[in-house]
């Protein structure tokens, strides 16, 4: 395996490259990383992470098709001290990285198996297209990514495959080993009530797959997250393993929805909310919007000196730079915001693009 300078450097290419070439660079990647697997000693502790981290949401998405090794070993190269991937489940009870179990706007799965398009409901939603519930990891590894959105480049479209769960954490381990201090992962749960319903449960493999690796400990280089409340408190009870309930202003947390308790994602950041989170969870990941409003006169809420008096770290997500996205607040500048949430005391910040993340923390 090259440096690690070398190495993106020969990713950086793959673009250019037929799709069997490409998928060759990958599993050259893969291969290298699986040989640093479990029977090594676990990485150095995260207590050398700078604060705030630096998350790459969902690898360096604004530059790589999202959850690809590709896209986390970019975010590495770029300095992100955490990579995120969303995880889902396969027929076959795998995990892998994808934001949502429907597949059909990051892949190529409607050419390739037009067939098994279906409606399922997800947490109460009718959703139509193709589920990785649906798929065994087989089949999936025949799919190629594709990048989400319309505005972002498409030049690396169909040459990317679907990771799994644990080849993230072999390539993880490997980049760390290779810089010289570890690479952190963050591993998401999506719709865990749903997948339990299903008799896919996501908790046992993730548990399964952390512990085959050493990094069941609380002094892992992990953090668990979800915007379910149960999952996490029944994952605090298995593992000490930093957990993160997600929270999102307006909305109500699917599970507690269920058994009639409709608090919001504001009313889970009161003092007192805020409490009964530190009881089963180490941080909350809070949508930016909660930290300071989008209008230029907006003022700062209370919730980061809230949070942490009741214990708590604050990741913030999503930091992206385009115009669609960034707030008037910021007038154009991405990195008045990395600098405005810095300055708020933040913990960690989720964005698509590492480099600017770092470029404005002032860490280049
Ligand atoms: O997990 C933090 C952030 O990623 C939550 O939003 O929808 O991108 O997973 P989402
Ligand atoms: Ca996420």
Redesign the pocket.
Known sequence: MPPLPRLVRRLAPVARLPRGVATLQAATLLVAACAAGPARPPSPSPAVFPTPLV?A??GASGHRPEHTLEAYALAVAMGADFI?P?LVITRDGVLVAR??NEIGGTTDVADRFPARRRTALIDGTPVTGWFTEDFTLAELRTLRARERLAFRSHAHDGLYAIPTFDEVLALADSLGRRRGRPVGV?P?T?HPTYFRGIGLPLEPPLLAALRARGLDRADAPVFI?S?EVGNLQALRRETRVPL?L?L?GGEVPFDRRLVGDLRTGADWVTPAALREVAGFADAV?V?TRMLVGAAPEAAPTTLVRDAHAAGLKV?A??LRPEGVFLPPRYRGDPLAEVRELAALGVDGL?GDYPDQLVRGLGRE
Do not use: P, S
């Open positions: 998350i949401h969902r995120e969303d934001h949502e963050y998401e999506k997250q915007f993160v997600l999102a990941g949508n990741h997500w999503t989720f």
